[in-house]
Structures are given as C-alpha cells and as structure tokens.
C-alpha cells in the first residue's frame, strides 16, 4: 500500500481544516500562488479577499476579538508580509492570538534580494508572540499547529509562519501527519495559581477596608466575565475597568464605576488613588492608566494577577503577585474567600462608598450640547447607545472618537467594544467591524471613526460590498484629527500643526462610490431619526458622516505627570 | 551590578536572534554574549554577562524565560559559580626586553604563549575576566597590543545545582 502524498499548500489546508478554521483573511501574490490553488479546490475554509494585507490583519483580529477563535491571515511575501506589520503589532499590544502565513521566495533564493523577498520572521521579531521559518515540507501541518497553541494559549498573541514557495509547489509531495495536542518542553504556560500567593491575596482582601477591583484585557480574553462579577459581588466592592477591559463586567453594574486612567472618570482615578488594597486582574499597569508611576496609588497594596510574569512588577510594584490564568485564579480567590467564611466589613463598605459617591457627584456634566449649535460627538454616541440599546458591536478606530464610545457606552458584555488600546492604530476601525460582522451578521456591528481614520483603509468598502458585510459606519467628523488638536490647544498653545483636515472627500459619494448608501447628518435635530433610519436598513452598508464640534475636547484627562487623580474635568477646570 | 546569566534553549534556526533582539528592543545591556550546542545537540546554551538594578536583572529574566524557544535561565552570580573567559592578545615583542617581560607576565597570570612572529608574540590566557582585565593591564604597561580576542565569559554552578532539561 502506498502512503498518500499532499503537496505543502494542499497541507496548509488540510492543517487548518484539522484546527477547524472557518475562514483566512489575506491577499494573493507570487509566492502563495499554489497556496491559493489549494484554497479554491475545497470548501471548508472561505477566503476573504481584501483590499490592503493591512486590512486583512485587523479583519482577522477584529474576528477573533468579537469570536475568540484565532484569526488566520495569508500574505504573499515581501510587502505583501510587510503590509501586515502594522496589524501584527497591533494584536500583539492587545494579546490577541493570530497566525499570520507569509509567503517567501524559494528556500535556494532566499538571502539574494530577490524579488519580493524580505525577512519577514526579522522584520516581526518585537512584535509577534512566536515566528517558525518553515523549511521543510513534512513539517508544515505540525508547524501550524504549534502555531495555532502558541497563539491561543497563555498570554496570547500573533504567530508568524514564513513558507517558502518550493515548499508549496505541486512537483514536492510528502505524507500528512498532525499532532493537534501539542506539547513543547519549552513551553508550559503557566496555569493556576500558586496556592500560597491565593491564601495571601486573600488575606490582604480581607483586611482591606478601601478595597478596588482593576480589571483589563485579560477578563476579556479569558470570557471571565460572569466569574468576575461574582467576585466582586462577592466583595461588594467598586470595580474600574481599563479601555481595553470594558464589558468585562456590565457598564452598567451598580459596582462599576467606570473606566480609569487617562480619559477615565474621575471617581474611578479618585478610587484608585485613594485605595488601600488594589486587586489588579489581567491588566498590565499600562502608563495610560498609572499616569506618574511615582505619583500612583502610594497607599495601596496591590495585588496583580496576570498571565503574564513580565507584566508583574514591570512598572508598578506588586505586593502579592499571582501568576495564573484570569478565570482560574479568581475561582481559587472565590473558593479560599469562601474556606475563610469571608463577609465584607459592612461598616467600611459603607464609608468607601458614601466616599466614592461624592466623587462620582464631583464629576461635571461631561459635555454641554446647546440646541441650534453644532453637535457635539458625545451627544452622538449617546444616540447610538440609545438605538442599539447597548447590545451593538462597537470598533472604533484611534482618536477622540473612540475615547467618547469608551465613556459614552456602557458595554454590557466583554467582547462587544473592539478598539486598539495598546497599538492605538488608525485604520483599525472598519477592517475590525468587518470581521465582527462576518462572525455575527445578525447583529448591530458599529465602526466608530473619525475623518481622519477611516481614510487609513477606506479601501476596504470595497471588501464589504464583495462580501456583503453591513456595517454602520459612524463618521464623527471634524474636520481635524481631533485628538493630536486636542493636545495641540493644551499643550502647545493652540498650534494646529498638521491636524487639519483640509480637501476631506465628500465621504457620501465616497459610499456610493463603492456601492453603499451615504447619509449626511449636520444639525442636532436631525441626528436621532437620521441615526435610527441607519440603523433599520439591515442588508446595506450604511455610511454616516456626522459633523460634530471640532472644537470639543475630551474630558476628563489626567494633568500630564500627575498622579492618577490629577484631572481636568473640562476646559481650565482641575478636579 | 554585574550578572551572569545562563540560558538553555531549543537548537533551532533564529532563537539566537530573539535573545539579541529581545536586549536591544528593552534596552537590557549585553557586556558578552557566548552561544554554543551543548552535549545534546538539540539544546544550545547561551551565556550573557549583562548589567542592571535588581528591578532590571529580574525583568531581563521573566522576559527572557517568556521567549518560547527557551527552557530555562538561571543567574549565576547570585550563587556560588565558576566563571571562565577565553583570551587570546597579540603584543608587541620587538626587543629583549619586551620579550621577557611579555613571558614573565604570562608566568605569573599561568597564561602561555601560543604563537611567536618576528616582532610579534600570541598569548593565552583563562579566567575570569577580572583577571583578564589585570593581565591585559599588566601587558599594556610593558608593551603594546596589538590584536585582543575575548570570548565573553562562561559559567556553571558550583555543587549539585546543575541546568538541565
């Protein structure tokens, strides 16, 4: 009997069906071109053809974050690889599991610069979790599968695999064979927590009387969601979210005191600041959040569970650090809370809040929208809350716009607000919509932008024509890049350098170009039927380009240097 | 501070270049880096000699430990250890003088002299690389150097305390 005998692109395939892939975002070029043959010769995996590798990138991620499943992305070599940086280090600051597939020159060309070719596993190096350079043709579905483990377990984040183009002709065949359960001895990610550091985080919980919960990403990651609000119903303490850890549990849970750090509330930074116990979960102290790390939280004990060692005592000191999965170390917390007969100290809970309330008074109107006078962003997101009742899929791109939806929209569930907190990549918005609205077409799926970002892949209207993706495209236009004017008015006395958007398209046209449906809202009185008319229409793409103030800025935002609680809460005004 | 780190990590095609690249991308200082394969050919051992507060050094371990391609890593300097540094100089050794002086030396550091030119002499030297400094000194206070070749320093625990899979 003679073995069957596949050719490397009919195994690329055949790997990605064994790892239950349903679809791979990419582009085809020379290097992938057996790769692509081997694509459209079976069904069980779909291509989604997009404009730019970039795109394809965010589209896979933007999936994965809506799905938890990894993303897959195929790229020819050379710029066709490189296009793909800017979305690699994007999932790679947000630990999301992705598999990037590169294509590469023959194994005898590489190192000649020839054509197309770069060192795509060099050029990603910083930026990816893991990278293979596949060299030989037997062991491409093991790579694979090695890559999909990498990805998705521990802290997760982009794999890179480089396959040159002779490993993918169909002169070269070999045996198929995959291990999907796979095991590498150097590396174990880490799992449960150490019972000691359970048994002392609980005790530092217990004896707190000004207690916080800091949740992240990593609830997000790790669908902890309903374990974390058992937590901290359990402890009945005020919980804080970061930008990328918001629908970790309810917006609008009565615990939750909103999103912290730089544009957070104020009672959230105030809570922080005035803590003496900090429970930090799957959240990394980024220096958005801490503000001075001189100046953060000098009176707390802080507890920091994470994943991720290097992420503990990296620029906040842990007191307790728990190294361990998010979602299995807050059951040990539950579980050892509950062999110690843990009941909160009622008296404390009280002051603390009664504290916290005064704070949350404290906070100003956030925006004033006057009738007559041009919209105000904020006022649009509160719309768009409002029609899609809070159960919307929202991606934002990068900018003012996306700090409004994280403020403005309390997100019931984790997964539902996909924005790039740690990269803050412009251009992310719209490829990230498409791939949450590929996995749930069913639902509202929001791109949140502004003029300037939704101009970094525009392109890709043309990707959700083909595939007939309908999202929402909410377009908070001012005319500038209104983040960058922001600091610009604060900080460098009003210069508007380079943040004016002079010669905008006309981005209805623009929608209609592509074949899509544009609407034009300028006036507030128009805003809520224009936004709900968007809404209703469910099978086109619907492009909404607002006009809001181009002067509002976002507020609060931490004083630059200060601790976590030195804000301005609106134009001039500190906390 | 000075550190000594020892790391055992998979053979395989780039690993090096994660390590390098991770030093360089955190901005962790690399005094000497050695790499070779170990007895199992599947493992290479790289040996770097680096500097940073204990803020750093801790960081530089869980980063390097977080790298997939590596299986263990462990400090050297913070037992008792055994630490060794190849070196190879070239000198000047134009006259009688600097001749014997160049050969007293390397009697007193136990070094040798492993190659002589005309007006040149190549000496060995194994140690820890305090002492290589020393002997480099010595030297250049009698003669000039012409050529040095140092290996970066490698190291092993002292006891039972061994690195291994």
């Not at chain 1, 809350?385 to 919307?392: C, H, L, M, R």
């Not at chain 1, 101009?455 to 929402?472: A, D, K």
């Given at each position: 009997?003679?073995?069957?005998?596949?050719?490397?692109?009919?195994?690329?395939?055949?790997?990605?069906?064994?790892?239950?892939?349903?679809?791979?975002?990419?582009?085809?070029?020379?290097?992938?071109?057996?790769?692509?043959?081997?694509?459209?010769?079976?069904?069980?995996?779909?291509?989604?053809?997009?404009?730019?590798?970039?795109?394809?990138?965010?589209?896979?991620?933007g999936?994965?974050r809506?799905?938890?499943?990894?993303?897959?992305?195929?790229?020819?070599?050379?710029?066709?690889?490189?296009?793909?940086?800017?979305?690699?280090?994007?999932?790679?600051?947000?630990?999301?599991?992705?598999?990037?597939?590169?294509?590469?020159?023959?194994?005898?060309?590489?190192?000649?610069?020839?054509?197309?070719?770069?060192?795509?596993?060099?050029?990603?190096?910083?930026?990816?979790?893991?990278?293979?350079?596949?060299?030989?043709?037997?062991?491409?579905?093991?790579?694979?599968?090695?890559?999909?483990?990498?990805?998705?377990?521990?802290?997760?984040?982009?794999?890179?695999?480089?396959?040159?183009?002779?490993?993918?002709?169909?002169?070269?065949?070999?045996?198929?064979?995959?291990?999907?359960?796979?095991?590498?001895?150097?590396?174990?990610?880490?799992?449960?927590?150490?019972?000691?550091?359970?048994?002392?985080?609980?005790?530092?919980?217990?004896?707190?009387?000004?207690?916080?919960?800091?949740?992240?990403?990593?609830?997000?990651?790790?669908?902890?969601?309903?374990?974390?609000?058992?937590?901290?119903?359990?402890?009945?303490?005020?919980?804080?979210?970061?930008l990328?850890?918001l629908?970790?549990?309810?917006?609008?849970?009565?615990?939750?005191?909103?999103?912290?750090?730089?544009?957070?509330?104020?009672?959230?930074?105030?809570?922080?600041?005035?803590?003496?116990?900090?429970?930090?979960?799957?959240?990394?102290?980024?220096?958005?959040?801490?503000?001075?790390?001189?100046?953060?939280?000098?009176?707390?004990?802080?507890?920091?569970?994470?994943?991720?060692?290097?992420?503990?005592?990296?620029?906040?000191?842990?007191?307790?650090?728990?190294?361990?999965?998010?979602?299995?170390?807050?059951?040990?917390?539950?579980?050892?809370?509950?062999?110690?007969?843990?009941?909160?100290?009622?008296?404390?809970?009280?002051?603390?809040?009664?504290?916290?309330?005064?704070?949350?008074?404290?906070?100003?109107?956030?925006?004033?929208?006057?009738?007559?006078?041009?919209?105000?962003?904020?006022?649009?997101v509160?719309?768009m809350?409002?029609?899609?009742?809070?159960?919307?899929y929202v991606a934002s791109d990068v900018g003012q716009h996306q700090m409004f939806a994280a403020q403005?929209y309390?997100f019931?569930?984790?997964?539902q607000w996909i924005n790039s907190g740690?990269?803050g990549t412009m251009g992310f918005g719209l490829?990230a919509a498409?791939?949450a609205?590929?996995?749930?077409?069913?639902?509202?799926?929001i791109c949140i932008t502004g003029?300037?970002s939704i101009?970094?892949?525009?392109?890709?209207?043309?990707?959700?024509?083909?595939?007939?993706?309908?999202?929402?495209i909410i377009?908070l236009?001012?005319?500038?890049?209104?983040?960058?004017?922001?600091?610009?008015?604060?900080?460098?006395?009003?210069?508007?350098?380079?943040?004016?958007?002079?010669?905008?398209?006309?981005?209805?046209?623009?929608?209609?170009?592509?074949?899509?449906?544009?609407?034009?809202?300028?006036?507030?009185?128009?805003?809520?039927?224009?936004?709900?008319?968007?809404?209703?229409?469910?099978?086109?793409?619907?492009?909404?380009?607002?006009?809001?103030?181009?002067?509002?800025?976002?507020?609060?935002?931490?004083?630059?240097?200060?601790?976590?609680?030195?804000?301005?809460?609106?134009?001039?005004?500190?906390? | 501070?000075?550190?000594?780190?020892?790391?055992?990590?998979?053979?395989?095609?780039?690993?090096?270049?994660?390590?390098?690249?991770?030093?360089?991308?955190?901005?962790?200082?690399?005094?000497?880096?050695?790499?070779?394969?170990?007895?199992?050919?599947?493992?290479?051992?790289?040996?770097?000699?680096?500097?940073?507060?204990?803020?750093?050094?801790?960081?530089?371990?869980?980063?390097?430990?977080?790298?997939?391609?590596?299986?263990?890593?462990?400090?050297?300097?913070?037992?008792?250890?055994?630490?060794?540094?190849?070196?190879?100089?070239?000198?000047?050794?134009?006259?009688?003088?600097?001749?014997?002086?160049?050969?007293?030396?390397?009697?007193?550091?136990?070094?040798?002299?492993?190659?002589?030119?005309?007006?040149?002499?190549?000496?060995?030297?194994?140690?820890?690389?305090?002492?290589?400094?020393?002997?480099?000194?010595?030297?250049?206070?009698?003669?000039?150097?012409?050529?040095?070749?140092?290996?970066?320093?490698?190291?092993?625990?002292?006891?039972?305390?061994?690195?291994?899979?």
């Open positions: 009997m003679t073995t069957e005998t596949f050719t490397g692109a009919e195994m690329v395939v055949k790997a990605l069906s064994a790892l239950k892939v349903k679809y791979i975002f990419g582009y085809p070029g020379g290097s992938v071109l057996d790769l692509y043959d081997a694509i459209f010769q079976q069904n069980e995996i779909e291509h989604i053809l997009v404009r730019h590798e970039q795109a394809a990138t965010h589209m896979a991620d999936y994965t809506a799905t938890g499943e990894v993303g897959v992305v195929l790229a020819t070599s050379g710029p066709g690889a490189t296009n793909c940086v800017t979305g690699i280090a994007t999932a790679y600051m947000d630990s999301i599991p992705m598999v990037v597939l590169a294509g590469q020159v023959p194994t005898t060309l590489i190192g000649n610069d020839a054509f197309q070719e770069t060192d795509i596993v060099g050029c990603t190096r910083p930026i990816i979790k893991h990278s293979f350079n596949c060299r030989n043709l037997e062991d491409i579905p093991n790579v694979i599968a090695k890559a999909f483990y990498i990805a998705s377990t521990g802290r997760p984040g982009p794999v890179v695999v480089e396959l040159p183009k002779d490993l993918l002709i169909p002169q070269n065949k070999a045996p198929f064979s995959i291990e999907t359960n796979v095991k590498m001895r150097s590396y174990n990610p880490n799992i449960k927590g150490h019972p000691k550091q359970i048994r002392k985080a609980v005790k530092t919980i217990s004896e707190a009387k000004k207690l916080v919960v800091y949740s992240g990403g990593g609830i997000v990651l790790a669908d902890a969601s309903e374990l974390l609000t058992k937590l901290v119903e359990t402890l009945k303490a005020p919980i804080t979210n970061t990328m850890g629908g970790g549990i309810s917006g609008t849970h009565e615990n939750f005191i909103g999103m912290l750090g730089m544009h957070g509330s104020l009672e959230a930074n105030k809570t922080m600041a005035n803590a003496d116990v900090i429970l930090a979960l799957g959240a990394r102290f980024d220096d958005r959040v801490t503000n001075n790390v001189e100046k953060f939280c000098p009176n707390a004990t802080i507890i920091h569970v994470d994943i991720d060692p290097t992420s503990i005592s990296k620029t906040i000191n842990a007191h307790v650090p728990v190294v361990g999965l998010v979602d299995i170390v807050m059951q040990q917390l539950l579980d050892e809370l509950s062999n110690i007969n843990y009941s909160p100290d009622e008296e404390a809970l009280k002051d603390w809040w009664q504290q916290i309330h005064i704070w949350r008074d404290m906070r100003k109107v956030g925006y004033k929208q006057i009738e007559g006078e041009k919209i105000k962003p904020q006022r649009v509160e719309a809350y409002k029609i899609t009742k809070g159960e919307a403005y309390p019931a569930k984790p997964r740690g990269a490829p498409m791939g609205k590929l996995a749930f077409p069913d639902k509202h799926v003029d300037g101009q970094m892949n525009i392109q890709e209207l043309s990707t959700c024509m083909q595939y007939n993706l309908p999202v929402v377009t236009n001012n005319r500038s890049l209104g983040m960058v004017r922001q600091w610009q008015d604060m900080v460098y006395d009003g210069r508007h350098a380079s943040s004016y958007m002079e010669s905008l398209p006309d981005f209805i046209k623009v929608a209609e170009a592509y074949g899509h449906i544009g609407i034009k809202i300028d006036t507030l009185d128009e805003l809520d039927s224009k936004l709900e008319q968007a809404f209703n229409i469910k099978n086109k793409l619907v492009f909404v380009d607002v006009l809001v103030d181009e002067k509002e800025h976002v507020y609060p935002m931490h004083i630059r240097q200060g601790a976590v609680d030195d804000m301005w809460v609106e134009k001039g005004v500190k906390a | 501070m000075r550190h000594i780190l020892a790391i055992l990590l998979e053979n395989e095609p780039g690993a090096l270049s994660r390590i390098v690249g991770l030093f360089s991308q955190r901005a962790y200082n690399i005094e000497s880096l050695t790499v070779a394969p170990t007895n199992d050919n599947s493992l290479s051992r790289i040996t770097i000699a680096t500097y940073g507060d204990d803020k750093v050094l801790e960081q530089i371990v869980k980063q390097v430990n977080k790298l997939v391609d590596v299986i263990k890593i462990s400090e050297l300097t913070d037992r008792k250890h055994v630490e060794r540094e190849l070196l190879l100089l070239k000198v000047a050794a134009m006259n009688d003088k600097s001749r014997t002086e160049v050969k007293r030396i390397c009697d007193i550091f136990r070094g040798s002299i492993v190659d002589i030119g005309k007006q040149i002499y190549t000496v060995e030297l194994t140690g820890s690389s305090d002492k290589l400094n020393a002997f480099i000194e010595a030297l250049s206070n009698e003669t000039e150097i012409i050529e040095s070749a140092r290996s970066g320093c490698v190291g092993i625990a002292r006891g039972e305390k061994a690195l291994r899979v």
